[in-house]
């Protein structure tokens, strides 16, 4: 097999394991592929500089997990593609490059997690999957609906990643934590009521995982979370924080109960724009990248009393 990426030294990779802890990538079943496009954010930027952060701070991240009571990176091993400049000036153009890379890695046999970069890599990243997968569903954690028809004269923004997946005309969507949303998205979201489903931030206190997740048994499923779903008390490093959102506990509660209803074959975090000198939000999204491969792809054990 021809190896389709540069891969980084185990060392300077997601999780910094040693060299003796190092897998091929014929061995890996995880692929981390930063993708730092920023071309279309509309408030605060720094997206471009998100993914080589989490990847720093990845090698803080505690390999042992309590979920699942075991070092899972050992069940599934990790390879990550060196980072290259993407060209945020033409977006259309860098997402392709990016389903070019997600379907290789697709290919392979992989499991393929996108370190973003904005919301706009996602059309680009779920593109191989919705190819692969007649019954793929998508699970989107977000603050905000990202169903506008492209925003101040960008088809490809990323306040239209959503859209544009919807694009393909079969594909369903479980959207978790609006609380931003158009008056010019509502007609598309009331003629699309059969494929989109919202549970709304304003109504968090009454969630049932149970019923979130409902529409995801038995199917392969793509996770795209964008961390302002977070509550920006807890994630203020991104472009658009908004209050009102999830608390870490509510997203891996959803994810876990996503990851025993059906299959996540792939996924992508965006949306992390780094501040200088405070590492939390950092190291919030390299445990969660952590998270959602170790729920994926390990195996199940169960935590001693």
């Known amino acids: 097999m021809t190896i389709p990426f540069d891969i980084l030294p185990s060392e300077e990779g997601f999780l ?28 605060g930027g720094g997206t471009a500089k998100g993914p080589a952060a989490m990847i720093e701070a990845s090698h803080q991240v505690e390999l042992f997990d309590e ?16 980072d290259q400049p993407v060209d945020g000036t033409n977006i259309k153009a860098a997402i392709d490059d990016l389903a070019a890379l997600t379907g290789k890695a697709l290919k392979d046999g992989k499991f393929p997690i996108v370190f973003g970069g904005e919301h706009s890599i996602t059309p680009g990243a779920v593109r191989p999957f919705l190819e692969k997968y007649e019954d793929l569903i998508i699970l989107h954690f977000d603050a905000h609906a990202d169903l506008r028809d492209g925003y101040e004269g960008e088809h490809y923004s990323h306040a239209a990643a959503i859209r544009r997946v919807l694009d393909h005309p079969t594909v369903p969507i479980v959207s ?39 529409p995801l048994k038995g199917r392969p499923i793509y ?23 999830l608390f870490w506990n509510d997203a891996i509660n959803i994810i876990k109960a996503a990851t025993n209803a059906g299959t996540v074959v792939g996924a992508d975090i965006n949306e992390l724009a780094p501040i200088e000198g405070f590492h939390a939000p950092n190291f919030l999204a390299a445990k969660l990248a952590y998270k959602i491969l170790s729920l994926s792809l390990a195996e199940k054990h169960s935590t001693p009393a």
């Open 223 to 245: 996770l795209t979370f964008d961390l302002d779903g977070l509550d920006g008390s807890v994630m203020p490093a991104t472009g658009t924080p908004e209050p009102g959102g």
């Open 176 to 214: 978790v934590g609006i609380r931003n949303i158009s008056a010019g998205e509502i007609p598309f979201l009331e003629a699309n009521r059969h494929r989109i489903t919202i549970h709304w931030g304003k109504d968090r206190e009454s969630w049932r995982v149970e019923e979130i997740v409902a």
């Open 16 to 43: 910094g394991l040693p060299a003796e802890e190092a897998v091929s990538y014929e061995e890996a079943k995880a692929v981390v592929i930063p993708f730092g496009l920023e071309g279309s954010v509309s408030y």
């Open 67 to 82: 979920d699942l009571w075991r070092e899972p990176f050992r069940d599934f091993g990790v390879v990550t593609v060196r």
